[in-house]
Nanobody, 124 residues
Framework: QVQLVESGGGLVQPGGSLRLSCAAS????????IGWFRQAPGKEREGVSC????????YYADSVKGRFTISRENAKNMWHLQMNKMKPEDTAVYYC?????????????????WGQGTQVTVSS
């Protein structure tokens, strides 16, 4: 049974950093495409960053390019989202997700299993 558990959310000031983690069980992270998504109040869930199987392709939303970094930690069967130079518009609930598709698009419909979400708030 696939289970994803996010951690690392919280309150951060503009310009600050947070590192989100997604601990996985029921599958081997190294063998799947993974991603991070976010949903702000009143908005649809959107893809933030995704990494395909075999790390063949890497996607970042334009709004986070140069500030966010996705990475796998295969030894611990987890992955992370390092968020730097954070802005108030990064405030959202962040979700990690996994899919059996090898080369998915970074869209919610291509991902099948989701974590429960972690709140990230950027505010002074």
């Amino acid at each position: 049974q696939v289970q994803l558990v996010e951690s690392g959310g919280g309150l951060v000031q503009p310009g600050g950093s947070l590192r989100l983690s997604c601990a996985a069980s029921g599958f081997t992270v190294d063998h799947y495409a993974i991603g991070w998504f976010r949903q702000a109040p009143g908005k649809e869930r959107e893809g933030v960053s995704c990494l395909t199987r075999g790390d063949i392709a890497l996607y970042y939303a334009d709004s986070v390019k140069g500030r966010f970094t996705i990475s796998r930690e295969n030894a611990k069967n987890m992955w992370h989202l390092q968020m730097n130079k954070m802005k108030p518009e990064d405030t959202a609930v962040y979700y990690c997700a996994v899919t059996g598709l090898g080369q998915p698009k970074c869209v919610t419909s291509d991902f099948s299993d989701w974590g429960q979400g972690t709140q990230v708030t950027v505010s002074s």
